[in-house]
């Protein structure tokens, strides 16, 4: 009874062992499928991971040989465009020297059969009114030198200097109520900034570039309601006179200085008035009451003008482009009808910094001050007679 009992128990082990066994087999069957497999990815892991590296490898060599191309192509690219700016600055000389040899014709406007009039002339009849004409003949021919005297200041503003002294009056900006005066040209030259120069309070606040000193006086436009020329005494810091001037619309009288509605300025003659009404138009002012003694319409355009300064009776607006190019004088007015359309000088500015915010002639010294891009600069003119007061009378 106990022999078949353990005999029954032992069979049941070994069919148990037996059972394990073949588990175990096939459990080392499965995990040598498996190794097979990831045997099998590794080696096409590898294969892929060396084309890889071989087409990188042709990749670098091909990038390498695109970058030395295009290095060479820029260098020789570069070489390019420095010879094409040679020949873009030889032309524009060529273009220079031919505008100056045969001028365009101007748009100047000047009396018809103007050789037969009498050279000398005290007044004339225009309109049933009269006018005293210019007694000056100079007529501005070209710059002669430029002179940059330092930086100071914002990009736009005025430096001027009374004729009959050596003081030296800063307008920084387009609006403010504060000038700086210097004692002379050199003082504002060796200056480091307004430190050195006596600050002088006005009244009210300046508006735009077109202000004037003359005779001690500073005349300078005021923007409310209306346009408000007045007349501040330098020496003894008071407001002598004020007058509104008769002009309707408020327009910039030059389209690339839109904060000026009226340029004012100060020559041989006395004190004159520049606006916008259509074209450029311009007027003469008693600098002593203000009044306005005649007024005239030029032909001379608002558009693309940049500034205007005035020698002897004659009007030379500067023109410009946008962008900043090379400013050049294109129309010329003459008050007197002294001027020629083959006689008025069309010339170009020396290459500046940008556009010249205001241009102040004196004609003590025979320059312009001229205010660019911050910089202070002096024009000097060569001049020469106006043709028609060298002209001999003609014979009666």
């Known amino acids: 009874m106990k022999a078949g009992f353990f005999f029954s128990i032992l069979l049941s082990l070994l069919a ?7 588990q175990y087999q096939a459990l080392m069957n499965y995990l040598e499928s498996r190794m097979t497999a990831i045997e099998e990815r590794i080696s096409v892991w590898n294969e892929q991971n060396n084309r890889y590296n071989i087409d990188l490898k042709k990749f670098r060599l091909q990038a390498t040989d695109l970058l030395e191309k295009l290095g060479k192509e820029h260098v020789k690219l ?153 007349k501040f005494h330098l020496e003894n810091r008071s407001l002598v006179d004020n007058a509104v001037l008769p002009v309707q619309e408020q327009v910039s009288v030059y389209s690339l200085n839109p904060e000026t509605i ?75 009808d002294m001027v020629t359309p083959e006689e008025a000088p069309l010339f170009y500015f020396p290459r500046r910094f940008g556009t010249h915010s205001s241009l102040k002639y004196n004609p003590v010294e025979k320059q312009v001050y001229a205010w660019d891009d911050g910089y202070q600069i002096l024009y000097r003119m060569s001049l020469k007679k106006k043709l028609f007061a060298i002209m001999p009378p003609p014979e009666e």
């Not at 873009?88 to 100047?108: L, Y």
């Not at 021919?141 to 030296?168: F, Y």
């Not at 009226?262 to 003469?284: R, S």
Request: proline share 3%.
């Open 16 to 22: 148990q062992l037996s059972l394990a066994q073949y």
């Open 78 to 230: 570069q070489e390019d465009l420095e010879g094409a700016k040679l020949q873009v600055d030889r032309v524009e000389r060529e273009m220079d020297f031919m505008e100056t040899k045969h001028p365009p014709k101007p748009c100047v406007k000047a009396a018809d059969k103007i050789v037969e009039q009498k050279p000398v002339v005290t007044e004339r009849k225009k309109k049933d009114e009269f006018f005293e004409v210019s007694v000056c003949v100079d007529l501005v021919s070209n710059i002669r030198a430029m002179k940059i005297l330092k930086r100071l200041g914002s990009t736009k503003g005025v430096w001027t200097k009374d004729a009959r002294t050596a003081k030296v009056y800063i307008f920084n900006g387009t609006s403010d109520d504060t000038l700086y005066e210097f004692k002379s040209v050199k003082q504002l030259s060796a200056s480091s900034g307004m430190s050195k120069s006596k600050q002088i309070t006005l009244p009210s606040a300046w508006n735009g570039t077109g202000h004037a000193v003359y005779d001690g006086f500073l005349y300078y436009i005021t923007e409310t309601s209306e346009l408000k020329v007045n």
């Open 262 to 336: 009226v340029d004012l300025i100060a020559d041989e003659e006395g004190l004159w008035a520049l606006y916008a009404i259509g074209t450029i138009n311009l007027a003469k002012m008693d600098s002593d009451t203000l009044d306005i003694e005649h007024m005239w319409e030029t032909s001379c355009s608002r558009i693309n003008a940049e500034a205007a300064f005035f020698v002897c009776g004659t009007l030379y607006v500067v023109y410009n482009t946008r962008p900043p190019s090379r400013a050049k004088v294109q129309c010329v007015f003459d008050v007197n």
